[in-house]
Protein backbone atom coordinates (compact mmCIF):
# COMPACT_ATOMS: atom_id res chain seq x y z
CA UNK A 1 0.00 0.00 0.00
CA UNK A 2 2.57 2.41 1.20
CA UNK A 3 4.49 1.79 -2.56
CA UNK A 4 1.48 2.77 -4.44
CA UNK A 5 1.61 6.60 -2.40
CA UNK A 6 2.07 9.23 -5.51
CA UNK A 7 3.23 12.03 -2.11
CA UNK A 8 6.83 12.42 -2.17
CA UNK A 9 7.01 13.04 1.63
CA UNK A 10 5.17 9.10 1.88
CA UNK A 11 8.29 7.67 -0.57
CA UNK A 12 10.96 8.42 1.98
CA UNK A 13 11.92 6.45 4.92
CA UNK A 14 10.77 8.89 7.29
CA UNK A 15 7.41 9.15 5.90
CA UNK A 16 6.56 5.79 5.94
CA UNK A 17 7.76 4.80 9.62
CA UNK A 18 5.63 8.23 10.60
CA UNK A 19 2.45 6.67 8.56
CA UNK A 20 2.84 2.90 9.67
CA UNK A 21 3.38 4.70 13.26
CA UNK A 22 0.41 6.92 12.84
CA UNK A 23 -1.76 3.94 11.35
CA UNK A 24 -0.72 1.91 14.13
CA UNK A 25 -1.58 4.26 16.67
CA UNK A 26 -5.04 5.17 15.44
CA UNK A 27 -6.01 1.45 15.27
CA UNK A 28 -4.64 0.89 19.10
CA UNK A 29 -6.73 3.93 20.10
CA UNK A 30 -9.40 2.77 18.12
CA UNK A 31 -9.74 -0.45 19.82
CA UNK A 32 -9.07 1.09 22.87
CA UNK A 33 -12.00 3.15 22.58
CA UNK A 34 -14.35 0.14 21.57
CA UNK A 35 -12.91 -1.98 25.00
CA UNK A 36 -13.96 0.93 26.98
CA UNK A 37 -17.03 1.70 25.25
CA UNK A 38 -18.41 -1.97 26.04
CA UNK A 39 -16.88 -1.35 29.52
CA UNK A 40 -18.99 1.82 30.18
CA UNK A 41 -21.50 -0.29 28.76
CA UNK A 42 -21.33 -3.24 30.97
CA UNK A 43 -20.91 -1.06 34.05
CA UNK A 44 -24.00 0.79 33.03
CA UNK A 45 -26.54 -2.62 32.09
CA UNK A 46 -25.10 -3.31 35.43
CA UNK A 47 -26.03 -0.26 37.53
CA UNK A 48 -29.02 -0.69 35.96
CA UNK A 49 -30.07 -4.46 36.83
CA UNK A 50 -28.58 -3.45 40.33
CA UNK A 51 -30.28 -0.55 40.81
CA UNK A 52 -33.89 -2.83 39.88
CA UNK A 53 -33.35 -5.57 41.80
CA UNK A 54 -32.01 -3.32 45.12
CA UNK A 55 -36.09 -1.70 44.49
CA UNK A 56 -37.34 -4.73 44.90
CA UNK A 57 -35.62 -6.16 47.68
CA UNK A 58 -35.59 -3.24 49.67
CA UNK A 59 -39.52 -2.89 49.51
CA UNK A 60 -39.91 -6.58 50.43
CA UNK A 61 -37.76 -4.90 53.37
CA UNK A 62 -39.22 -1.95 54.29
CA UNK A 63 -43.55 -2.32 53.22
CA UNK A 64 -43.89 -4.89 55.97
CA UNK A 65 -45.15 -6.88 53.11
CA UNK A 66 -45.51 -10.83 54.61
CA UNK A 67 -43.26 -12.95 53.07
CA UNK A 68 -44.60 -15.31 50.16
CA UNK A 69 -45.06 -19.15 50.64
CA UNK A 70 -42.31 -20.33 49.18
CA UNK A 71 -40.13 -17.06 49.35
CA UNK A 72 -36.38 -18.56 49.89
CA UNK A 73 -35.28 -16.84 52.84
CA UNK A 74 -33.20 -18.21 55.66
CA UNK A 75 -34.50 -18.24 59.23
CA UNK A 76 -32.85 -16.19 61.62
CA UNK A 77 -33.68 -13.24 58.45
CA UNK A 78 -37.24 -14.44 58.95
CA UNK A 79 -36.68 -13.57 62.74
CA UNK A 80 -35.50 -10.64 62.27
CA UNK A 81 -37.86 -9.51 59.84
CA UNK A 82 -40.67 -10.44 62.55
CA UNK A 83 -38.75 -8.38 65.52
CA UNK A 84 -38.73 -5.21 63.14
CA UNK A 85 -42.64 -5.84 62.80
CA UNK A 86 -43.39 -5.75 66.33
CA UNK A 87 -41.33 -3.01 67.01
CA UNK A 88 -43.12 -1.01 64.24
CA UNK A 89 -46.32 -2.12 65.86
CA UNK A 90 -45.37 -1.37 69.45
CA UNK A 91 -44.50 2.29 68.29
CA UNK A 92 -47.92 2.70 66.34
CA UNK A 93 -49.65 1.60 69.78
CA UNK A 94 -48.08 4.56 71.79
CA UNK A 95 -49.02 7.05 69.44
CA UNK A 96 -52.74 5.68 69.31
CA UNK A 97 -52.62 4.62 64.99
CA UNK A 98 -51.77 1.48 63.65
CA UNK A 99 -49.71 0.84 59.96
CA UNK A 100 -51.64 1.35 56.85
CA UNK A 101 -52.63 -1.91 55.50
CA UNK A 102 -51.16 -3.84 52.38
CA UNK A 103 -48.65 -1.00 51.89
CA UNK A 104 -49.14 -0.14 48.37
CA UNK A 105 -48.72 3.56 49.43
CA UNK A 106 -45.24 3.07 51.18
CA UNK A 107 -44.37 0.81 47.62
CA UNK A 108 -45.19 4.02 45.98
CA UNK A 109 -43.26 6.20 47.72
CA UNK A 110 -40.00 4.11 47.13
CA UNK A 111 -41.12 4.21 43.27
CA UNK A 112 -42.64 0.75 43.08
CA UNK A 113 -46.10 -0.45 42.36
CA UNK A 114 -48.13 -3.29 43.06
CA UNK A 115 -50.54 -4.80 40.18
CA UNK A 116 -52.30 -7.69 39.51
CA UNK A 117 -51.57 -8.05 36.16
CA UNK A 118 -48.80 -6.55 33.78
CA UNK A 119 -48.99 -5.95 29.86
CA UNK A 120 -46.36 -4.26 27.97
CA UNK A 121 -47.15 -0.94 26.39
CA UNK A 122 -47.14 -0.21 22.34
CA UNK A 123 -44.01 1.00 21.89
CA UNK A 124 -42.27 -0.56 24.83
CA UNK A 125 -39.46 -2.51 23.66
CA UNK A 126 -38.18 -6.08 25.48
CA UNK A 127 -34.84 -6.29 26.94
CA UNK A 128 -33.80 -9.79 27.48
CA UNK A 129 -30.40 -9.07 28.62
CA UNK A 130 -31.82 -7.47 31.50
CA UNK A 131 -34.37 -9.85 31.87
CA UNK A 132 -31.66 -12.93 32.17
CA UNK A 133 -29.44 -10.68 34.52
CA UNK A 134 -31.82 -9.37 37.38
CA UNK A 135 -33.42 -12.83 37.44
CA UNK A 136 -29.97 -13.84 38.45
CA UNK A 137 -29.67 -11.45 41.07
CA UNK A 138 -32.94 -12.18 42.89
CA UNK A 139 -32.39 -15.47 42.63
CA UNK A 140 -28.81 -14.50 44.64
CA UNK A 141 -30.83 -12.28 47.17
CA UNK A 142 -33.27 -15.35 48.10
CA UNK A 143 -35.91 -13.25 46.45
CA UNK A 144 -39.15 -15.27 45.48
CA UNK A 145 -40.52 -14.88 41.98
CA UNK A 146 -42.11 -16.68 39.03
CA UNK A 147 -40.62 -14.45 36.11
CA UNK A 148 -38.87 -11.26 35.20
CA UNK A 149 -39.83 -8.82 32.53
CA UNK A 150 -37.81 -6.07 32.05
CA UNK A 151 -39.29 -2.75 28.82
CA UNK A 152 -38.12 0.07 27.96
CA UNK A 153 -40.06 3.04 27.63
CA UNK A 154 -40.44 6.87 27.06
CA UNK A 155 -40.93 8.50 30.66
CA UNK A 156 -43.94 10.44 29.58
CA UNK A 157 -46.04 7.50 28.19
CA UNK A 158 -46.01 5.32 31.80
CA UNK A 159 -48.96 6.17 34.02
CA UNK A 160 -47.53 5.61 36.86
CA UNK A 161 -44.94 7.87 36.19
CA UNK A 162 -47.24 10.79 35.18
CA UNK A 163 -49.43 10.63 38.24
CA UNK A 164 -46.25 10.85 40.50
CA UNK A 165 -45.30 13.80 38.08
CA UNK A 166 -48.59 15.50 39.17
CA UNK A 167 -47.91 15.34 42.91
CA UNK A 168 -43.66 16.41 42.43
CA UNK A 169 -42.56 19.49 40.88
CA UNK A 170 -39.20 18.41 40.58
CA UNK A 171 -40.49 15.55 38.18
CA UNK A 172 -41.71 18.42 35.97
CA UNK A 173 -38.61 19.03 34.69
CA UNK A 174 -38.45 20.21 31.28
CA UNK A 175 -38.32 17.42 28.67
CA UNK A 176 -38.82 14.91 31.51
CA UNK A 177 -41.28 13.19 29.45
CA UNK A 178 -38.48 12.07 26.45
CA UNK A 179 -36.60 10.40 29.45
CA UNK A 180 -36.55 6.86 28.90
CA UNK A 181 -37.11 4.52 31.74
CA UNK A 182 -36.49 0.65 32.43
CA UNK A 183 -39.80 -0.73 33.24
CA UNK A 184 -39.13 -4.34 35.53
CA UNK A 185 -42.03 -6.21 36.36
CA UNK A 186 -41.80 -9.37 38.71
CA UNK A 187 -44.11 -11.94 38.79
CA UNK A 188 -44.71 -12.82 42.53
CA UNK A 189 -45.47 -16.12 43.36
CA UNK A 190 -48.74 -17.80 44.26
CA UNK A 191 -50.71 -15.44 42.44
CA UNK A 192 -50.08 -12.47 44.83
CA UNK A 193 -49.65 -10.00 41.44
CA UNK A 194 -46.86 -8.74 39.97
CA UNK A 195 -44.12 -6.26 41.44
CA UNK A 196 -43.12 -3.14 38.94
CA UNK A 197 -39.80 -1.40 39.79
CA UNK A 198 -38.86 1.78 37.17
CA UNK A 199 -35.44 3.20 36.89
CA UNK A 200 -34.48 6.33 34.50
CA UNK A 201 -31.86 4.36 32.26
CA UNK A 202 -28.19 6.17 32.50
CA UNK A 203 -27.19 8.26 29.61
CA UNK A 204 -24.64 6.54 27.22
CA UNK A 205 -21.14 7.23 28.03
CA UNK A 206 -19.99 10.03 25.58
CA UNK A 207 -17.28 11.38 27.53
CA UNK A 208 -15.15 8.11 26.42
CA UNK A 209 -15.28 9.61 22.74
CA UNK A 210 -13.64 13.07 23.79
CA UNK A 211 -11.11 11.88 26.09
CA UNK A 212 -9.73 9.11 23.56
CA UNK A 213 -9.75 11.70 21.11
CA UNK A 214 -7.60 14.03 23.72
CA UNK A 215 -5.74 11.17 24.57
CA UNK A 216 -4.87 10.12 20.95
CA UNK A 217 -3.76 14.09 20.31
CA UNK A 218 -1.51 14.38 23.01
CA UNK A 219 -0.26 10.73 22.00
CA UNK A 220 0.04 12.18 18.59
CA UNK A 221 1.91 15.24 19.49
CA UNK A 222 4.38 13.44 22.29
CA UNK A 223 5.12 10.32 20.17
CA UNK A 224 5.65 12.08 17.09
CA UNK A 225 7.58 14.97 18.04
CA UNK A 226 10.03 12.42 19.52
CA UNK A 227 10.11 10.26 16.78
CA UNK A 228 10.75 13.27 14.14
CA UNK A 229 13.62 14.11 16.21
CA UNK A 230 15.21 10.46 15.92
CA UNK A 231 13.81 9.64 12.21
CA UNK A 232 15.44 12.98 10.95
CA UNK A 233 18.94 12.55 12.89
CA UNK A 234 18.83 9.03 11.18
CA UNK A 235 17.57 9.93 7.79
CA UNK A 236 19.51 13.35 7.24
CA UNK A 237 22.86 11.75 6.70
CA UNK A 238 21.36 9.03 5.02
CA UNK A 239 20.34 11.50 2.97
CA UNK A 240 23.47 13.51 2.58
CA UNK A 241 25.36 10.40 1.72
CA UNK A 242 22.84 9.55 -0.87
CA UNK A 243 23.01 12.69 -2.94
CA UNK A 244 26.84 11.97 -2.58
CA UNK A 245 26.39 9.01 -3.94
CA UNK A 246 24.58 10.39 -6.97
CA UNK A 247 27.05 12.91 -7.37
CA UNK A 248 30.03 10.60 -7.51
CA UNK A 249 28.12 8.17 -10.09
CA UNK A 250 27.78 11.09 -12.60
CA UNK A 251 31.34 12.51 -12.03
CA UNK A 252 33.76 10.12 -9.98
CA UNK A 253 36.63 12.17 -11.30
CA UNK A 254 37.60 13.26 -7.35
CA UNK A 255 36.08 12.04 -4.29
CA UNK A 256 33.89 14.04 -1.26
CA UNK A 257 34.13 12.85 1.83
CA UNK A 258 30.85 12.73 4.01
CA UNK A 259 30.89 14.13 7.17
CA UNK A 260 29.97 11.66 9.56
CA UNK A 261 26.66 12.19 11.37
CA UNK A 262 24.23 10.77 13.11
CA UNK A 263 24.01 6.83 15.27
CA UNK A 264 26.89 4.80 15.16
CA UNK A 265 25.48 2.67 12.55
CA UNK A 266 25.28 5.35 10.20
CA UNK A 267 28.68 6.84 11.34
CA UNK A 268 30.10 3.80 10.31
CA UNK A 269 28.26 3.36 7.32
CA UNK A 270 29.21 7.18 5.81
CA UNK A 271 33.19 6.09 6.93
CA UNK A 272 32.86 3.14 4.98
CA UNK A 273 31.69 5.24 1.64
CA UNK A 274 34.39 7.67 2.01
CA UNK A 275 36.92 4.69 2.53
CA UNK A 276 35.42 2.90 -0.93
CA UNK A 277 34.92 6.61 -2.85
CA UNK A 278 38.35 7.74 -2.15
CA UNK A 279 39.92 3.96 -3.45
CA UNK A 280 37.10 4.13 -6.52
CA UNK A 281 38.92 7.53 -7.70
CA UNK A 282 42.24 6.80 -7.04
CA UNK A 283 41.68 3.50 -9.24
CA UNK A 284 40.36 5.32 -11.73
CA UNK A 285 43.01 7.71 -11.36
CA UNK A 286 45.46 5.11 -11.68
CA UNK A 287 43.13 3.61 -14.86
CA UNK A 288 43.55 6.72 -16.85
CA UNK A 289 47.78 7.00 -16.09
CA UNK A 290 47.15 3.45 -17.59
CA UNK A 291 45.25 3.98 -20.51
CA UNK A 292 47.73 6.90 -21.98
CA UNK A 293 50.23 4.69 -21.70
CA UNK A 294 49.07 2.14 -23.40
CA UNK A 295 47.17 4.41 -26.09
CA UNK A 296 50.93 6.26 -26.40
CA UNK A 297 52.65 2.92 -26.64
CA UNK A 298 50.60 1.45 -29.11
CA UNK A 299 49.65 4.29 -31.48
CA UNK A 300 53.78 5.17 -31.95
CA UNK A 301 54.66 1.88 -33.38
CA UNK A 302 51.37 1.52 -35.68
CA UNK A 303 52.50 5.25 -36.61
CA UNK A 304 55.96 4.10 -37.41
CA UNK A 305 54.02 0.77 -39.10
CA UNK A 306 52.01 2.99 -41.79
CA UNK A 307 55.24 4.73 -42.63
CA UNK A 308 56.63 1.68 -43.53
CA UNK A 309 53.94 0.32 -45.19
CA UNK A 310 54.67 3.31 -48.01
CA UNK A 311 57.51 1.17 -49.44
CA UNK A 312 55.75 -1.54 -50.24
CA UNK A 313 55.41 -2.04 -54.13
CA UNK A 314 52.15 -4.00 -54.39
CA UNK A 315 49.69 -1.49 -54.16
CA UNK A 316 46.89 -4.43 -53.47
CA UNK A 317 49.08 -5.29 -50.27
CA UNK A 318 49.34 -1.53 -49.24
CA UNK A 319 46.07 -0.61 -49.13
CA UNK A 320 45.30 -4.07 -47.52
CA UNK A 321 48.11 -3.44 -44.61
CA UNK A 322 46.76 0.13 -44.45
CA UNK A 323 43.65 -0.21 -43.79
CA UNK A 324 44.46 -3.11 -40.99
CA UNK A 325 46.26 -0.79 -39.33
CA UNK A 326 43.44 1.89 -39.27
CA UNK A 327 40.81 -0.83 -38.23
CA UNK A 328 43.65 -1.12 -34.80
CA UNK A 329 43.67 2.29 -35.10
CA UNK A 330 39.84 3.05 -34.36
CA UNK A 331 39.34 0.24 -32.69
CA UNK A 332 41.91 1.30 -29.89
CA UNK A 333 40.01 5.07 -29.90
CA UNK A 334 36.86 2.96 -28.99
CA UNK A 335 38.45 1.33 -26.13
CA UNK A 336 39.86 4.69 -24.76
CA UNK A 337 36.69 6.74 -25.07
CA UNK A 338 35.01 3.64 -23.41
CA UNK A 339 37.17 3.73 -20.28
CA UNK A 340 37.45 8.17 -20.00
CA UNK A 341 33.49 7.64 -20.24
CA UNK A 342 32.16 8.99 -16.99
CA UNK A 343 35.74 10.88 -16.33
CA UNK A 344 35.09 14.18 -18.32
CA UNK A 345 36.30 17.10 -16.28
CA UNK A 346 33.87 19.34 -18.00
CA UNK A 347 30.23 20.15 -17.02
CA UNK A 348 27.23 19.57 -19.33
CA UNK A 349 26.22 22.91 -21.26
CA UNK A 350 23.08 23.76 -22.36
CA UNK A 351 23.01 22.84 -26.03
CA UNK A 352 20.07 22.83 -28.42
CA UNK A 353 19.69 19.10 -28.88
CA UNK A 354 17.74 19.45 -32.21
CA UNK A 355 20.38 21.62 -34.24
CA UNK A 356 23.11 19.07 -33.25
CA UNK A 357 20.70 16.25 -34.41
CA UNK A 358 20.71 18.09 -37.11
CA UNK A 359 24.62 18.70 -38.04
CA UNK A 360 25.25 15.19 -37.35
CA UNK A 361 22.68 14.10 -40.08
CA UNK A 362 23.75 16.69 -42.35
CA UNK A 363 27.79 14.71 -42.31
CA UNK A 364 26.18 11.36 -43.24
CA UNK A 365 24.05 13.43 -45.87
CA UNK A 366 27.12 14.99 -47.04
CA UNK A 367 28.96 11.60 -47.62
CA UNK A 368 25.50 10.26 -49.79
CA UNK A 369 24.03 8.46 -47.28
CA UNK A 370 20.49 8.18 -47.20
CA UNK A 371 19.74 9.92 -43.58
CA UNK A 372 16.83 12.28 -42.79
CA UNK A 373 15.88 13.87 -40.25
CA UNK A 374 11.55 13.97 -39.41
CA UNK A 375 10.01 14.87 -36.60
CA UNK A 376 12.34 17.40 -35.26
CA UNK A 377 10.84 20.05 -32.67
CA UNK A 378 13.29 22.16 -31.21
CA UNK A 379 14.72 20.29 -27.65
CA UNK A 380 16.82 22.23 -25.52
CA UNK A 381 18.86 20.59 -23.07
CA UNK A 382 22.24 20.12 -20.94
CA UNK A 383 24.74 17.64 -22.31
CA UNK A 384 28.09 16.40 -22.90
CA UNK A 385 27.93 17.55 -26.71
CA UNK A 386 30.85 15.78 -27.57
CA UNK A 387 29.90 12.18 -26.45
CA UNK A 388 26.24 13.05 -27.57
CA UNK A 389 27.43 13.66 -30.52
CA UNK A 390 29.54 9.99 -30.79
CA UNK A 391 26.83 7.80 -29.54
CA UNK A 392 24.67 9.47 -32.31
CA UNK A 393 27.47 8.73 -34.68
CA UNK A 394 27.79 5.06 -33.73
CA UNK A 395 23.84 4.52 -34.26
CA UNK A 396 23.16 6.10 -37.22
CA UNK A 397 26.17 4.43 -38.91
CA UNK A 398 25.04 1.36 -37.87
CA UNK A 399 21.65 1.95 -39.15
CA UNK A 400 23.32 3.03 -42.67
CA UNK A 401 26.20 0.08 -42.42
CA UNK A 402 23.09 -2.80 -41.56
CA UNK A 403 20.11 -1.41 -42.82
CA UNK A 404 21.19 0.74 -45.83
CA UNK A 405 19.65 4.23 -44.23
CA UNK A 406 18.52 5.52 -41.02
CA UNK A 407 15.35 7.54 -39.88
CA UNK A 408 15.42 9.77 -37.08
CA UNK A 409 13.21 11.60 -35.34
CA UNK A 410 13.47 13.68 -32.03
CA UNK A 411 10.50 14.31 -29.08
CA UNK A 412 10.08 15.46 -25.69
CA UNK A 413 8.56 12.86 -23.47
CA UNK A 414 8.13 14.02 -19.59
CA UNK A 415 11.49 16.10 -19.26
CA UNK A 416 13.53 13.87 -21.66
CA UNK A 417 14.98 14.41 -25.20
CA UNK A 418 14.01 10.94 -26.87
CA UNK A 419 15.76 10.56 -30.52
CA UNK A 420 15.27 7.65 -32.08
CA UNK A 421 16.99 6.13 -35.13
CA UNK A 422 15.11 3.21 -37.11
CA UNK A 423 16.57 1.44 -40.49
CA UNK A 424 15.06 -1.14 -42.68
CA UNK A 425 17.83 -3.83 -42.28
CA UNK A 426 17.64 -7.22 -41.17
CA UNK A 427 17.37 -6.17 -37.43
CA UNK A 428 18.33 -8.39 -34.38
CA UNK A 429 17.28 -11.63 -32.63
CA UNK A 430 15.27 -10.75 -29.81
CA UNK A 431 17.43 -12.75 -27.65
CA UNK A 432 20.58 -11.10 -28.52
CA UNK A 433 19.31 -7.41 -28.29
CA UNK A 434 20.41 -6.94 -24.58
CA UNK A 435 23.79 -9.05 -25.49
CA UNK A 436 24.52 -6.63 -28.16
CA UNK A 437 25.21 -3.62 -25.92
CA UNK A 438 28.10 -5.45 -24.41
CA UNK A 439 31.86 -4.79 -25.36
CA UNK A 440 32.91 -6.58 -28.39
CA UNK A 441 29.40 -8.71 -28.95
CA UNK A 442 28.72 -9.06 -32.66
CA UNK A 443 25.37 -9.98 -33.94
CA UNK A 444 24.69 -12.64 -37.17
CA UNK A 445 27.15 -12.35 -39.96
CA UNK A 446 25.86 -9.58 -41.49
CA UNK A 447 27.01 -7.79 -38.44
CA UNK A 448 30.45 -9.29 -38.27
CA UNK A 449 33.61 -7.70 -38.68
CA UNK A 450 34.25 -8.23 -42.45
CA UNK A 451 31.28 -5.47 -42.50
CA UNK A 452 33.17 -3.11 -40.31
CA UNK A 453 33.23 -2.57 -36.24
CA UNK A 454 34.59 -4.08 -33.40
CA UNK A 455 31.31 -4.93 -31.64
CA UNK A 456 32.33 -1.51 -29.23
CA UNK A 457 29.50 1.19 -31.45
CA UNK A 458 26.50 0.31 -29.40
CA UNK A 459 28.61 -0.37 -25.88
CA UNK A 460 29.56 3.17 -26.29
CA UNK A 461 26.61 4.52 -26.99
CA UNK A 462 24.67 2.78 -24.15
CA UNK A 463 27.29 4.27 -21.97
CA UNK A 464 27.19 7.97 -22.76
CA UNK A 465 23.43 7.49 -22.21
CA UNK A 466 24.08 6.16 -19.03
CA UNK A 467 26.59 8.89 -18.17
CA UNK A 468 23.92 11.31 -18.64
CA UNK A 469 21.27 9.77 -16.25
CA UNK A 470 19.38 8.01 -19.96
CA UNK A 471 19.39 5.16 -21.72
CA UNK A 472 19.39 3.20 -24.78
CA UNK A 473 16.61 0.70 -25.77
CA UNK A 474 16.71 -1.32 -28.74
CA UNK A 475 13.54 -3.25 -29.83
CA UNK A 476 12.89 -5.15 -33.57
CA UNK A 477 10.61 -3.18 -35.81
CA UNK A 478 6.86 -5.25 -37.10
CA UNK A 479 7.62 -4.20 -40.36
CA UNK A 480 11.62 -5.26 -40.11
CA UNK A 481 14.19 -3.30 -39.03
CA UNK A 482 16.02 -2.30 -35.96
CA UNK A 483 14.77 0.73 -33.85
CA UNK A 484 17.14 2.09 -31.23
CA UNK A 485 15.84 5.01 -28.69
CA UNK A 486 18.58 6.99 -26.87
CA UNK A 487 16.38 8.79 -23.84
CA UNK A 488 18.53 11.82 -22.42
CA UNK A 489 16.94 13.98 -19.70
CA UNK A 490 17.10 17.64 -20.26
CA UNK A 491 18.11 18.71 -16.46
Given at each position: ?246 AFALSPDKAVPVKPAGPQDIRRLIAAHNAMEAR ?14 IGHDLKTPLAALRVRIESVGDDRQRSRMAESIE ?140 QHGGSLTLSNRSEGGLRAELRLPLS
Amino acid sequence: MLSRLQFPLFKSLLGQVMLVVAFGLLVGQAVSAILLYQAAEQRREASLVNAIAFRLVSADESTGRPAYEGLRRFDHLEERRAQRRAHRDAIFAERGSKPSAGGNRRWRRLGLQRADTFLPQPGDSRSSSLEEKVSEVLTEQLYGFEQVQVVRRRAGDDPFITSMAKNRPRMRQPGWQDRTIMVAAVELPDNQGWAIARVAEPPRPTAIARSVVLQTLVIFVVLFGLLYIVLRRITRPVAQLTNRVDAFALSPDKAVPVKPAGPQDIRRLIAAHNAMEARIASMLDEKDVMLGAIGHDLKTPLAALRVRIESVGDDRQRSRMAESIEDINHTLDDILSLARIGRNAQAPERTNITALAQSVVDEFDDLGEPVELTDAPRIVGAIHVTWVKRALRNLISNAVRYGGGAQVSLSDDDGAAVIVIQDNGPGIPDDRLAAMLEPFARGEASRNRATGGAGLGLTLAHAIAEQHGGSLTLSNRSEGGLRAELRLPLS
